[in-house]
Protein backbone atom coordinates (compact mmCIF):
# COMPACT_ATOMS: atom_id res chain seq x y z
CA UNK A 1 0.00 0.00 0.00
CA UNK A 2 1.21 3.71 -0.59
CA UNK A 3 -0.20 6.69 0.57
CA UNK A 4 0.67 10.13 -1.44
CA UNK A 5 0.56 13.60 -0.10
CA UNK A 6 0.94 16.47 -2.25
CA UNK A 7 1.46 19.91 -1.09
CA UNK A 8 3.35 22.94 -2.83
CA UNK A 9 -0.04 24.65 -4.78
CA UNK A 10 -1.44 28.39 -4.05
CA UNK A 11 -1.97 31.24 -5.98
CA UNK A 12 0.59 32.35 -8.25
CA UNK A 13 0.74 35.41 -10.78
CA UNK A 14 1.14 34.46 -14.52
CA UNK A 15 5.13 34.24 -15.27
CA UNK A 16 6.00 33.17 -10.85
CA UNK A 17 6.72 29.12 -10.18
CA UNK A 18 5.69 26.66 -7.61
CA UNK A 19 7.05 23.41 -6.97
CA UNK A 20 4.60 20.97 -5.97
CA UNK A 21 5.88 18.31 -3.79
CA UNK A 22 4.73 14.18 -3.51
CA UNK A 23 5.55 12.40 -0.45
CA UNK A 24 4.94 8.92 -0.73
CA UNK A 25 4.51 6.15 2.22
CA UNK A 26 5.44 2.36 1.89
CA UNK A 27 8.03 0.32 1.19
CA UNK A 28 7.79 0.24 -2.81
CA UNK A 29 7.28 4.18 -3.19
CA UNK A 30 11.27 4.48 -4.03
CA UNK A 31 10.50 1.31 -6.66
CA UNK A 32 7.36 3.01 -8.78
CA UNK A 33 7.15 5.53 -11.67
CA UNK A 34 4.89 8.54 -10.40
CA UNK A 35 3.24 10.56 -12.17
CA UNK A 36 1.89 14.17 -11.94
CA UNK A 37 -1.53 14.82 -13.59
CA UNK A 38 -3.74 18.04 -13.56
CA UNK A 39 -7.26 18.63 -13.64
CA UNK A 40 -8.86 21.86 -14.33
CA UNK A 41 -12.52 23.07 -13.68
CA UNK A 42 -15.15 21.45 -16.52
CA UNK A 43 -12.56 19.67 -18.52
CA UNK A 44 -11.09 16.21 -17.65
CA UNK A 45 -7.75 14.87 -15.96
CA UNK A 46 -4.71 15.08 -18.30
CA UNK A 47 -0.92 14.36 -17.70
CA UNK A 48 1.48 16.43 -16.85
CA UNK A 49 4.67 14.56 -16.47
CA UNK A 50 6.37 11.18 -14.86
CA UNK A 51 9.63 10.09 -13.72
CA UNK A 52 11.04 6.31 -13.41
CA UNK A 53 11.58 4.42 -10.45
CA UNK A 54 15.15 5.42 -10.36
CA UNK A 55 14.99 8.85 -11.73
CA UNK A 56 17.04 8.00 -15.03
CA UNK A 57 14.35 9.57 -17.24
CA UNK A 58 10.97 11.78 -17.20
CA UNK A 59 8.46 12.58 -19.87
CA UNK A 60 6.87 15.53 -19.81
CA UNK A 61 3.25 16.81 -21.95
CA UNK A 62 3.31 18.56 -24.64
CA UNK A 63 1.34 21.43 -23.09
CA UNK A 64 4.10 22.53 -20.50
CA UNK A 65 7.33 21.48 -21.84
CA UNK A 66 10.32 23.62 -21.17
CA UNK A 67 7.89 24.71 -18.07
CA UNK A 68 7.90 22.23 -16.12
CA UNK A 69 10.66 19.60 -15.08
CA UNK A 70 9.90 16.47 -12.67
CA UNK A 71 12.56 15.00 -10.15
CA UNK A 72 13.24 12.68 -7.33
CA UNK A 73 14.97 12.34 -3.69
CA UNK A 74 14.05 8.40 -3.05
CA UNK A 75 15.59 9.10 -0.09
CA UNK A 76 13.40 11.51 1.04
CA UNK A 77 10.29 9.33 -0.66
CA UNK A 78 9.69 12.88 -2.34
CA UNK A 79 8.99 13.30 -6.15
CA UNK A 80 8.44 16.46 -7.52
CA UNK A 81 7.16 19.06 -10.01
CA UNK A 82 8.85 22.42 -10.60
CA UNK A 83 6.76 24.71 -12.49
CA UNK A 84 8.11 27.74 -14.23
CA UNK A 85 6.37 30.44 -16.40
CA UNK A 86 3.04 29.69 -14.92
CA UNK A 87 -0.17 30.84 -17.37
CA UNK A 88 -3.86 30.79 -16.34
CA UNK A 89 -4.35 28.09 -18.31
CA UNK A 90 -2.40 25.93 -15.70
CA UNK A 91 -4.58 26.48 -13.03
CA UNK A 92 -6.50 23.25 -12.32
CA UNK A 93 -5.90 20.60 -9.14
CA UNK A 94 -2.49 18.93 -9.41
CA UNK A 95 -2.31 15.21 -8.80
CA UNK A 96 0.52 12.74 -8.36
CA UNK A 97 -0.01 8.90 -8.55
CA UNK A 98 2.54 6.18 -8.35
CA UNK A 99 2.21 2.70 -10.27
CA UNK A 100 3.12 -0.16 -8.01
CA UNK A 101 2.43 -3.35 -10.52
CA UNK A 102 5.08 -4.91 -12.70
CA UNK A 103 6.62 -1.97 -14.63
CA UNK A 104 9.07 -1.70 -17.44
CA UNK A 105 12.50 -0.29 -17.39
CA UNK A 106 12.38 1.37 -20.86
CA UNK A 107 8.49 2.80 -20.48
CA UNK A 108 6.78 6.03 -19.46
CA UNK A 109 3.25 6.12 -18.21
CA UNK A 110 1.70 8.40 -19.60
CA UNK A 111 -2.32 7.33 -19.10
CA UNK A 112 -4.11 7.42 -15.72
CA UNK A 113 -5.59 3.96 -15.60
CA UNK A 114 -1.67 2.83 -15.56
CA UNK A 115 -1.44 3.91 -11.92
CA UNK A 116 -2.18 2.29 -9.26
CA UNK A 117 -2.81 4.98 -6.03
CA UNK A 118 -2.97 8.50 -6.09
CA UNK A 119 -3.30 11.31 -3.92
CA UNK A 120 -5.78 13.71 -2.84
CA UNK A 121 -4.58 16.54 -4.98
CA UNK A 122 -3.56 20.13 -4.57
CA UNK A 123 -4.92 23.58 -6.13
CA UNK A 124 -2.83 25.42 -8.40
CA UNK A 125 -4.18 28.87 -9.43
CA UNK A 126 -2.39 30.90 -11.98
CA UNK A 127 -3.96 34.22 -11.78
CA UNK A 128 -3.56 37.00 -15.05
Known amino acids: QVQLVESGGGLVQAGGSLRLSCAGS????????VGWFRQAPGREREFVAT????????SIADSVRGRCTISRDNAKNTVYLQMNSLKPEDTAVYYCAARTRISSAYYSYRQEHEYDYWGQGTQVTVSS
Open 26 to 33: GRSFSASP
Open 51 to 58: IRWNGSRS
